[in-house]
């Protein structure tokens, strides 16, 4: 299952939970609601259990974020002429943008870590075609990179490639749409701890690379495992409980939906960007409300008593209206 094209899905939808409210004077409509015994499991959750794993529950480093080491990665990544201009702290976060050129705009958040990082977009702006590297070129370029900006993880075992994609740009003119031009080369990597694949927001570090293969951007979410804990067996939801919880929480997010279908499932770690990296399990529906369908990712803790929740922050119910507009040209 392609976890990773659907995961922004999934944080879109999981939290847009639409409240209607009847207008002032006006008696409130009735709504169908669906029942949670109506969803149906073309999977069954017991088979998803995999008990030759010896699941833990991983502790992530505290990151030490600093001005100063914050600006010393500006000067190696967009160079010491490029990044003359003042960092500042919003919200939470060290922000520079260039006094020159907007398109160059680096931040880091001080309580994750997470760290981003632009150069200058101006010239793949326009017709030009970039001479872009192939998948596997580009791989290894990005991997390369990671090394070279000392943002490489420690132990080397744990990264793992899981999507190479790129940004396309087209243009309109005279009412008539031009070429599309592959502008830059995408490599996502994510984490993997003793073979078993990691999901959620965090643990993810992506490389974009553009002409003759010059590092573009770089985004970096991504914390050192400090310690780990062994999970006992009696430490896990029992199947049965893991499909009610699922029943109810689709049940609630979607109410006014006439079918869900539970199509995949996978019981995985899961990383939220918080403080630990968990067992949980991942499933993937479809949900038709109205005459509209929609894919569905979302996350339960697989552990009775998990050391943080697991899901996505809270968004507006406008953002399951991003699902109805027209995708861009993103491999």
């Not at 080369?185 to 992506?206: A, D």
């Not at 109205?290 to 552990?303: D, Q, R, S």
Request: proline share 7%; charged share 25%; hydrophobic share 35%.
């Amino acid at each position: 299952m392609n976890w990773h094209r659907h995961w922004l899905i999934g944080l879109l939808i999981s939290c847009a939970l639409l409240v209607h409210k009847p207008l002032s004077g006006q008696p409130p409509t009735e709504r169908k609601v669906i029942d949670p015994k109506q969803i149906k499991f073309d999977i069954d959750v017991a088979t998803l259990v995999k008990p030759d794993v010896k699941w833990q529950v991983y502790t992530l480093a505290t990151p030490q974020v600093t001005a100063a080491g914050f600006e010393s990665q500006l000067g190696q990544f967009i160079g010491k002429d490029a990044s003359r201009g003042k960092v500042n702290t919003v919200d939470d976060r060290l922000v520079y943008v260039s006094p020159t050129d907007a398109s160059i705009y680096c931040s880091q958040d001080k309580a994750t870590g997470n760290l981003s990082l632009k150069k200058s977009l101006g010239a793949y702006l326009g017709e030009k075609t970039p001479q872009l590297p192939d998948a596997g070129a580009a791989e290894k370029l990005a991997l390369e990179s990671l090394q070279k900006y000392k943002l490489a993880p420690k132990n080397n075992s744990e990264i793992k490639m899981i999507h190479s994609g790129g940004l396309r740009m087209t243009s309109v003119k005279d009412g008539k749409g031009g070429a599309i031009i592959d502008k830059l080369r995408n490599i996502t990597f994510g984490r993997q701890l003793e073979g078993i694949p990691v999901q959620g927001s965090g643990s993810k570090i992506v490389v974009r690379i553009g002409d003759r293969g010059d590092i573009v951007a770089l985004t970096r979410r991504w914390r050192e495992v400090a310690q780990a804990r062994p999970v006992r067996a009696e430490e896990l939801k029992d199947p049965r409980q893991v499909n009610e919880e699922l029943r109810r929480l689709l049940a609630t997010e979607w109410s006014e939906a006439r079918e869900i279908l539970v199509r995949q499932g996978a019981l995985v770690y899961y990383d939220g960007d918080g403080k630990f990296i968990q067992p949980a399990y991942m499933f993937e529906a479809t949900v038709v409300e109205g005459e509209n369908k929609y894919p569905y990712i979302t996350a339960l803790p697989a552990l009775k008593q998990p050391p943080e929740s697991i899901g996505p922050a809270k968004m507006p119910p406008e953002a399951r209206s991003l699902l109805k507009k027209p995708k861009p040209e993103v491999e």
